[in-house]
Nanobody, 120 residues
Framework: QVQLVESGGGSVQVGGSLRLSCAAS????????IGWFRQAPGKEREGVEH???????SYADSVKGRFTISSDNAKNILYLQMNSLKPEDTAMYYC??????????????WGQGTQVTVSS
């Protein structure tokens, strides 16, 4: 079965960095859009970044210039490098897979999430 397992979350100071990982299994990794989402208490779930089958990436305005998505296709691991972290970045971060490699609007497989907490 499709499995997405996030890791790398933790507590950091404002301005610090974290690197999240999503280990994917149970499907052909490179065939589908895959991306990162986050949800903080009282806020809507937000798409952070995703990567298409072609390798093209898309970023949310809130993280452009600070977060970078990348994919190790040989290892089936998706990464989210998070720099210049702000308290507003505090959230549960989820890895998710879409049903297409070209259209990335239908994410149906989700990991359990990893918590990121940014404090001052």
């Amino acid at each position: 079965q499709v499995q997405l397992v996030e890791s790398g979350g933790g507590s950091v100071q404002v301005g610090g960095s974290l690197r999240l990982s999503c280990a994917a299994s149970g499907y052909t990794y490179s065939s589908y859009c895959i991306g990162w989402f986050r949800q903080a208490p009282g806020k809507e779930r937000e798409g952070v970044e995703h990567i298409e089958k072609s390798g093209r990436v898309s970023y949310a305005d809130s993280v452009k210039g600070r977060f970078t998505i990348s994919s190790d296709n040989a290892k089936n691991i998706l990464y989210l490098q998070m720099n210049s972290l702000k308290p507003e970045d505090t959230a549960m971060y989820y890895c998710a897979r879409a049903t297409s490699g070209l259209f990335c609007g239908d994410y149906i497989y989700w990991g359990q999430g990893t918590q990121v907490t940014v404090s001052s």
